[in-house]
């Protein structure tokens, strides 16, 4: 996932002029890595329905759950700086110069909850 994320940032920034103008390279690997902190969530949401659902109903299930948190943080609308969702947006290092902490925060909190409760299944269950 987290190769996925460079290769994206990576060639979109180098397709758009536009982009690379207003940042500098430093800029683009606080993108980076706040794409790939930001993104661990939603891995771990998968990870964790992966102990107990099957393979395809593990990717709609993470889909689902995904687009329903999605869907409350825009209606709870947070500030940018804490929406784990807008780091490619309007909290973009690209475009603050900075990287969104808050955010960040959020999601390896998340990430860590959802993988200690994935761990917690495993553990009890018999294969």
């Known amino acids: 996932m987290a190769g996925i994320d460079v290769i994206v940032i990576v060639a979109a920034w180098s397709l758009f002029p536009l982009v ?3 940042s500098s390279s430093f800029d683009l690997l606080q993108c980076i890595l706040s794409a790939i902190v930001c993104t661990a969530c939603f891995f771990f949401v998968s990870v964790l329905l992966a102990t107990f659902l ?4 593990q990717l ?7 687009a329903v948190l999605w869907q409350v943080t825009e209606r709870l609308a947070l500030p940018p700086s ?6 490619g947006g309007d909290a973009s290092p690209l475009i603050t110069h900075m990287l969104p902490w808050p955010a960040m925060a959020v999601s390896f909190i ?4 959802l993988f200690l409760a994935a761990l917690r299944i495993v553990q009890t269950r018999e294969y």
């Open 110 to 113: 998340a990430s860590a909850i």
């Open 20 to 22: 690379r103008a207003n």
């Open 60 to 66: 709609f299930g993470s889909l689902f759950v995904i």
């Open 82 to 87: 804490v929406n784990v969702f807008r780091f």
């Open 54 to 57: 099957g393979e395809s109903w």
